[in-house]
């Protein structure tokens, strides 16, 4: 069993989205880290719409990833050949679930309740996620997960490195590779763990107070 964050970024704000800036390696060290001392196995970068592998420390396991921004909402392909780049707002959730399944990726429905119409389309993803910046959403996010009879997962959508782990998975899998972590997710070897320390139930508060002042629901 292995402890993987399946969702974070190397950069520490959202601007210039969408492509890679000279800050990455920094901000994929950086992850790397905390990550380590916060137990985890594991972290996905997942930076929006595009990836690039970075150098790390060979005592944890990076996951390639890319958070697509699709025409609906946000969706997650995790595995061992996610795309490059994307174009933001351009594929629907059904293209972007082909394109990660021929590449031998899974795809994931990333905080389903915040602006995003994902769960009402026709994609069939792989997993859903709770956030871990909205925790307080799980109820909704378990009973969503339970409707579309998939598997949850976990992640911290960490943008700062110390946010990292704040939700993480639990993989039942031989070894912590892309392809083991598909497969797993895929036949439903996984569960969502949410960390609730004290530090973490305020950063969820200031995190909502924000998405509700940008109108994201």
């Excluded at 994931?108 to 997993?127: C, F």
Aim: aromatic residues 6%; hydrophobic residues 35%.
């Amino acid at each position: 069993m292995y402890k993987l964050d399946l969702h974070a970024h190397t950069r520490f704000f959202h601007w210039n989205e969408g492509e890679p800036t000279r800050f990455d390696p920094v901000g994929a060290s950086l992850l790397g880290g905390v990550a380590r001392r916060r137990d985890l196995d594991g972290v996905a970068l997942t930076n929006h719409d595009y990836y690039r592998p970075y150098d790390h420390d060979s005592s944890l396991a990076t996951i390639p990833g890319i958070e697509v921004s699709t025409t609906r909402g946000h969706v997650l392909v995790v595995g061992p050949d996610p795309p490059a780049d994307t174009e933001p707002e351009e594929l629907t959730p059904e293209a972007v679930v082909e394109m990660a399944h021929d590449r031998g990726c899974a795809a994931i429905m990333a905080h389903p309740y915040r602006n995003s119409t994902v769960s009402e389309g026709d994609a069939e993803l792989d997993a859903v996620e709770i956030n871990g910046k909205h925790p307080q959403r799980q109820s909704r996010v378990r009973k969503l997960a339970e409707s579309l009879d998939l598997p949850l997962v976990g992640g911290s959508d960490a943008h700062y490195p110390f946010e990292v782990g704040r939700a993480h998975t639990m993989v039942d899998a031989e070894e912590p590779t892309p392809e083991a972590v598909v497969e797993a997710i895929r036949d439903g070897r996984v569960g969502p763990r949410v960390d609730d320390r004290l530090s973490n139930r305020v950063l969820h508060e200031v995190y909502q107070r924000v998405h509700e002042h940008k109108g994201h629901v």
